[in-house]
């Protein structure tokens, strides 16, 4: 287990992830079809090349999903009760096939539960692609369990 017990979590604290991803068009592909998103945008060189950006861009839900998975290790790892919510989301750059995308994570709040065994943590969340330009951005709320009850 490797992620921070609720008192570990200190507000105003930003949690550098070591992990990056290089996003293949493969990757982008596969997300699609098993979410069943056939968003031409994502998938078709003629219509993408149509458009504002000229061709075909990842599929913002995958960079969302993506950026959790990169920053659970650090975070939640088996110390998560739930995971309470996702808010604020925000695209306000495109990630091309072949960007390479890492994260960094903000405690914006925190506060205990009424049980004493848990707490609540909110969570910026920001993603970055190779030339430092913001992708993706979130706020990620989450039930974590106090150290002492970690084991329970």
Do not use: W
């Amino acid at each position: 287990m490797s992620g921070l017990s609720y008192e570990e979590f200190e507000v105003g604290e930003t949690i550098v992830h070591d992990k990056r991803r290089t996003i293949s068009e493969s990757d982008n592909q596969r997300f699609c079809d098993m979410t069943m998103n056939q968003q031409p945008l994502h998938l078709d060189d003629e219509f993408a090349s149509e458009t504002q950006f000229g061709e075909r861009i990842v599929n913002g839900i995958y960079t969302l999903a993506l950026a959790v998975g990169m920053t659970i290790p650090d975070t939640t790892d088996g110390t998560v009760v739930a995971n309470l919510g996702y808010d604020n989301i925000e695209h306000p750059e495109p990630v091309y096939h072949g960007d390479t995308v890492r994260a960094e994570t903000t405690v914006r709040d925190k506060r205990e539960t009424s049980d004493g065994k848990r707490g609540i943590v909110t969570m910026e969340v920001e993603v970055f692609n190779q030339d430092d330009d913001v992708v993706c951005s979130f706020e990620r709320t989450v039930l974590s369990i106090k150290r002492e009850f970690v084991d329970e």
